[in-house]
């Protein structure tokens, strides 16, 4: 992003601004993007560069995260019927999200594949002889682009309502702290065929467009600040993000660089 900026900047003619956006907290709801578009940020068109193998992405899934906190009682694990065992409670609640999961496989968009809800972690109990009060499980919940966020809440919150019907001693409360929003864009927006005419001028085929499975801070942009946004970057994020030994082709750099450069011109160059 830099060298491509540096490289329009002193060199070619071209109209408009060029705004670099390096921001914190992507990975925990897109604190960073939110102050930035909070105080103003928004623009024409953006590029975020997440890898994508120099394949334009113009839809990703949302992500919301789910605090499930399972309440039961302590007793001593040698009289366990005194006490009410708060991970049997959240083992009833597991098998529920799995059908939910289940469910969720009919819900599908073209370009991202289908909604999905699963268990990241769990974590109950003190110490083996003592029936645990509290359990609590965090819940990864993917959203495809159409569905909407209250829906969403109101599903999970269902299967906690259901399950107390079905049982007096079922009690558990939820928080929501992460909602990272789906996104979705035209194919046939100017940024978007800007990069893919570029990536065919450097790696000699069009990518045409994509969808992710993952989700980032584009659909902040999209919607808090109005900005069709493509996602467009080298290396993949089977390779590149979240497991040891990330790496990215020097190559594909080079070639990423240069089709940043050539789409800036393409949007922004003075024979426009």
């Not at 990975?27 to 909070?38: F, L, P, S």
């Not at 991970?87 to 098998?95: E, F, S, V």
């Amino acid at each position: 992003m830099i060298e491509a900026a540096l490289t329009v900047y002193q060199g070619m003619p071209f109209r408009g601004a060029i705004t670099l956006a390096m921001v914190a907290d992507e990975e925990e709801g897109g604190g960073g993007t939110r102050h930035a578009v909070q105080h103003g940020l928004q623009g024409d068109w953006a590029i975020i560069p997440e890898p994508t193998n120099l394949r334009p992405v113009i839809a990703h899934k949302g992500d919301f995260n789910f605090y499930i906190t399972v309440h039961g009682q302590a007793a001593h694990g040698s009289v366990p019927e005194r006490g009410v065992n708060a991970i049997y409670g959240a083992g009833r609640l597991l098998t529920a999200i799995q059908e939910l999961n289940h469910r969720l496989a009919a819900r599908s968009h073209a370009l991202v594949g289908n909604a999905t809800i699963s268990v990241g972690t769990i974590k109950g109990g003190e110490i083996t002889c003592m029936v645990p009060a509290e359990c609590r499980i965090a819940v990864d919940r993917r959203l495809i682009p159409g569905e909407r966020p209250d829906e969403v809440i109101r599903e999970v919150q269902d299967l906690l309502e259901a399950l107390a019907r079905e049982d007096v001693q079922f009690k558990a409360d939820m928080d929501v702290p992460i909602r990272a929003l789906p996104m979705d864009i035209s194919p046939d927006l100017p940024v978007v065929a800007a990069l893919r005419n570029a990536t065919r001028l450097v790696v000699g085929q069009d990518p045409g467009y994509h969808g992710w499975s993952a989700t980032c801070d584009a659909s902040i942009l999209v919607q808090d600040a109005h900005t069709p946004t493509v996602i467009f970057g080298p290396g993949s994020i089977e390779h590149a993000a979240h497991r040891p030994d990330e790496s990215v082709s020097i190559d594909e750099l080079f070639d990423c660089a240069e089709i940043y450069v050539l789409a800036i011109l393409d949007l922004l160059g003075m024979d426009h």
